[in-house]
């Protein structure tokens, strides 16, 4: 009885894949080897940011098909393909009315002025700019453009920086809930708003130093790209808000127009029969090959918080927001493994995680510079407290000059709310062998006297490892570190005087970076290694079969005479004939 429940439960799902996952797959993948569609022989691409941008593109191979949005990564790879193809003519950029996160604002811009060297002509257009996030940052994307356009009438409210914080201590003293956590040292303000009701003095301190910095890199960007003083661009930004029209007067925008205008001009440019492509369409269509032959550098990416283990699946069909250890760490042996691959360019964007997860990574890095092969590190907006543990002791670290980093701290605790809930009238009550630290995170009471003596200690020690990892991979004395470190967050330009990075720079300049210290000349392949299954894989993390079984029944719609699925594997092993040999570049917690 048994073993025919476990087949009729197999049949089951395999029916479920076949009559739903295959069909949704295939089609998918049949669509994504068709691509858009030809790029005409005179094309503008339309790049808009107002739609959701990461670091880079999600990993799982489904998520891409329901996806809307943009990458950093695949924007500039997209750039620097669209700056040889005599195809594209010209970039139009589409600005977010709010802000951009400082560090991919950063790397974004490279890529613009990389493609504006080319002579092809870039043009950005903003349908207003307000105070929310960053706001600055959009105004240093639009400044490194050719020219940029504003909407009439449309809204210029660029006028500096601010960030606001939750403070729920009141809140939690008047329903009896205690946030019993432990914090090295007094930087490290990740759980500030549990813990008190405004800003103490070295979060207050910490908080503006990194806004100054941003604000600060982000006017002398938008003043060199436009030919201003900085002090007289900073002035002129503080004087507003503004229209459309006063902005352009005080020469902070290059021209007033709707976007049908931009394009106009543009397209124009570009000459007769030239055609509007969407930037989306182009960067994820078929890139011309590198290749198989030469040296090789590596590209490994991650993003989002560092957690232990294996990515185990979930939903497919949306990007992962977490560094998985074990997928990364395997991605460095593989690179190690790789005889054609001479160097590794690490790219990261990680406010934190695991002390025990970062460890496992940094393990990984260590191995392959053992192996003689350099691994140079790429900081998107954040390589901070985790995302710095795992870096500290690569060949050399790149960020990018508003890239958050260092946090070198650690925090751990609790929520202590058994007296909170004994007012609903739930009582909380423990029992325990062994010793009186077993039952330490239980959420009926705060630590005893002997278990905070306990985990202080521990946290101590985590602490000091941190301090070790920097000390040594920064070659700095671990005195120096401990003066700089605290928790405290740096940008990439106070981290490189400070020496937790080596250089400011983006990911092409990382590239370089690699390059050279593996002593590799002239051209060199990209190969992306990171973490990244089949679809089929991904199907079978969702439906808990497996992979060869997914593929069966793949076959079998065939082999049983479904036109659609004959029709649909066919056109995929034509694809794959036609583009052979094409490259992909193309508790406690150190957050």
């Not at 670091?55 to 891409?64: E, I, T």
């Not at 329901?66 to 393909?81: F, K, N, P, V, W």
């Not at 550098?297 to 232990?308: K, L, M």
């Not at 062994?434 to 202080?456: H, I, K, L």
């Amino acid at each position: 009885m048994k073993q025919f429940l476990i087949t009729a439960a197999g049949v089951f799902a395999g029916l479920l894949i076949f009559m739903i996952g295959v069909p949704f797959v295939l089609i998918s993948m049949a669509a994504a080897a068709a691509g858009p569609g030809p790029i005409p022989s005179k094309a503008v691409l339309e790049l808009d940011l107002r739609d959701s941008l990461t670091d880079q593109s999600p990993q799982s191979p489904l998520a891409g098909f329901t996806r809307r949005g943009h990458s950093a990564m695949s924007i500039i790879e997209g750039l620097r393909r669209a700056e040889k193809d005599d195809r594209v003519k010209g970039v139009l950029v589409r600005l977010p009315e709010g802000g951009i996160e400082p560090g991919l604002a950063d790397e974004l811009r490279l890529g613009i002025k990389h493609f504006s060297a080319s002579g092809k002509p870039i043009i950005a257009h903003s349908q207003g700019l307000y105070p929310s996030g960053v706001v600055t940052a959009s105004y240093m994307l639009g400044a490194a453009a050719d020219e940029l356009w504003m909407q009439p009438g449309a809204s210029f409210q660029v006028t500096g920086i601010a960030n606001e914080d939750l403070f729920f201590k009141r809140l939690f003293d008047r329903f009896g809930v205690k946030a019993d956590y432990e914090q090295r040292y007094q930087y490290k303000n990740a759980v500030n708003g549990f813990l008190y009701d405004d800003y103490t003095p070295a979060h207050r301190e910490a908080e503006l130093s990194w806004l100054g910095s941003v604000y600060a890199t982000d006017i002398a960007a938008a003043a060199a790209d436009r030919k201003l003083d900085p002090a007289a661009l900073k002035t002129a930004l503080e004087a507003g808000p503004y229209l459309a029209d006063e902005a352009l007067s005080r020469r902070l925008i290059d021209h007033v127009g709707q976007v049908r205008e931009a394009q106009d001009v543009l397209l124009k440019r570009a000459g007769t029969d030239s055609q509007m492509i969407d930037f989306e369409d182009y960067a994820h269509g078929r890139a011309p090959r590198q290749r198989g032959l030469g040296p090789a550098i590596a590209i490994i990416e991650g993003e989002g918080a560092i957690v232990d283990g294996k990515d185990q699946g979930g939903n497919p069909f949306r990007g992962g927001s977490s560094i998985y250890a074990d997928d990364i760490s395997d991605a460095f042996y593989q690179a190690i493994k790789a005889k054609d691959v001479k160097a590794i360019v690490f790219r990261i964007n990680s406010p934190g995680g695991s002390d025990t997860a970062s460890e496992e990574i940094l393990a990984a890095i260590r191995a392959a510079k053992a192996a003689g092969k350099p691994v140079v590190v790429s900081m998107g907006t954040y390589g901070a407290s985790g995302g710095y543990w795992v870096s500290s002791e690569a060949s050399a670290i790149l960020s990018e000059p508003s890239t958050l980093t260092g946090s070198i701290g650690v925090f751990g605790g609790k929520f202590a709310v058994g007296p909170a809930l004994a007012k609903y009238g739930v009582d909380v009550r423990q029992l325990g062998v062994g010793s009186d630290y077993a039952g330490a995170f239980g959420m009926g009471q705060e630590f005893t006297p002997q278990q905070r003596a306990v985990f202080s200690h521990w946290m101590d020690r985590i602490y000091d490892n941190f301090v070790q990892r920097v000390a040594a991979g920064r070659k700095l004395s671990p005195d120096r570190v401990r003066e700089i470190a605290k928790g405290h967050v740096w940008t990439g330009v106070q981290a490189k005087e400070l020496g937790l990075v080596d250089e400011i720079g983006g990911f092409y300049q990382a590239v370089d970076k690699a390059k050279a210290l593996a002593h590799v000349s002239g051209e060199a392949r990209l190969k992306r290694m990171s973490p990244n299954g089949s679809p089929f894989e991904a199907l079978q993390k969702m439906l808990g079969v497996s992979a060869s079984s997914a593929r069966t029944l793949a076959a079998a719609a065939w082999v049983f005479g479904d036109p659609r699925a004959q029709g649909i594997l066919d056109e995929l092993a034509q694809a794959r004939l036609r583009s052979q040999g094409a490259m992909v570049l193309a508790p406690t917690r150190v957050h």
